[in-house]
């Protein structure tokens, strides 16, 4: 976990629908990552949900309805102290009348008092039946809730509690989380970039059962994705076989081998203004892909030809716009700077990640990684950690160049 999302301050507001019941998770993994999250549930929402519950997981006071005119002097008035203390306000669930109070700045509970007296925009994950969220007033409330700078989160759609499918479904608490931390994200120095990211291996199959393949696991370019996304980018993640999930909040493309890449790659090179190239694309395929299964028979030797890949890489450079900022990836076995820098220059790079295949911070497979960042006028640049604050630090360079 990178060092930016321990230490926040959170106020969590529950409000009173179903889905309050799903937010003690949401609340327990934001504490379990070193944060201090104080909880505010409104009179309804206790009706789903404990103040008991909240205050176990928090180690905090839970705020409640009852609280709001109980002290009204000193620094102890709860929306006051509680707006200056938070970094950031969220919502979860958050039922049409909650909307409503926030955009028309109605005071008289304390979720409205609260908003009105907080400098910081909120983060509202709205969650009501289909016909509920459809509703013109609910729409006119969402909107002025917009044009006020908070962040509405539109619902799933799915099943409900009441019944019907449909929008109006709360975000997966894996969402909430990933809006909370992209709201929390120190800088938003991508905002406006169009970044495209390549990750995870190639398959080239020789029969419909077996393949031509390397270990990647896929998690350096899906960090490097998530990260750029934090930052305010538009991330498109062209991705081989993995067994990671589709990143929420990501344009995700799925392709199978180093061909398919190729393709989309084409197609969307005009449109990125960064491209990471962290996918283990196979320099070589099969000459023949066969329609059935190979049997084994009495052979004690197969032999096969293989063919070479285009190399995306060189492609890549060779294409790349003058304003475009091409980062490519090099994972060896030995003389890891040698090739590296050769890499570099042949293929008309602007940076190389360079990283040693083997080891608890193998470029394949592991949480971990230890890389050295060359740039073009080969200065380098060591990071090591997780590949979550690996790909922060190379976000971190990548701008300060730029800046």
Known sequence: MCSWKKGKRILFCITGGIAAYKMPEVVHALVKEGNSVRVLLTKAAEKFVTPFLFATLTGEQVF??????NDITGPSIPHISLAAWADLLVVAPCTANSLKIIARG???????????????????????????????????????????????VEPAEGPLACGTVGKGRMQDNSHVLEEIWRALSPVKDFVGKKVLVTAGPTWEYLDPV?????????????????????????????????????????????VVSAEEMRVQMQSLREEYDILFMAAAVGDYRFQEKLLHKIKRGNRDVLELSLVRNPDLLAEAGAQKKEDQVLVGFAAE????????????????????????????????????NS??????????????GTKAFVATSILDLLASQRS
């Open 333 to 368: 076995t030995e003389e890891l700077f040698k090739n590296a820098r050769q890499k570099l220059l042949e293929k008309k790079l602007d940076y190389i990640v360079a990283n040693v295949v083997g080891g608890p911070e193998s470029a394949f497979g592991s949480s971990r």
């Open 106 to 152: 109605e005071s008289h509970v304390l979720l409205g008092a609260l908003f009105l007296a907080s400098p910081q925009r909120g983060l509202l994950f709205p969650s009501m039946n289909t016909h509920m969220w459809e509703h013109p007033q609910t729409f006119l409330s969402a909107l002025e809730c917009v044009k006020l700078g908070h962040k509405v």
């Open 210 to 254: 077996r393949f031509l393949s390397n270990p990647s696991s896929g998690r350096m370019g899906y960090a490097l994705a998530r990260e750029a996304w934090y930052r305010g980018a538009e991330v498109t993640l062209l991705s081989g076989p993995v067994c990671e999930g589709n990143p929420y909040g990501l344009r995700h493309i799925s």
């Open 371 to 384: 890389v050295t960042v060359i740039d073009g006028a080969g200065r380098e640049y060591p990071f090591a």
């Open 64 to 69: 409640r309805e009852e609280d709001f005119l």
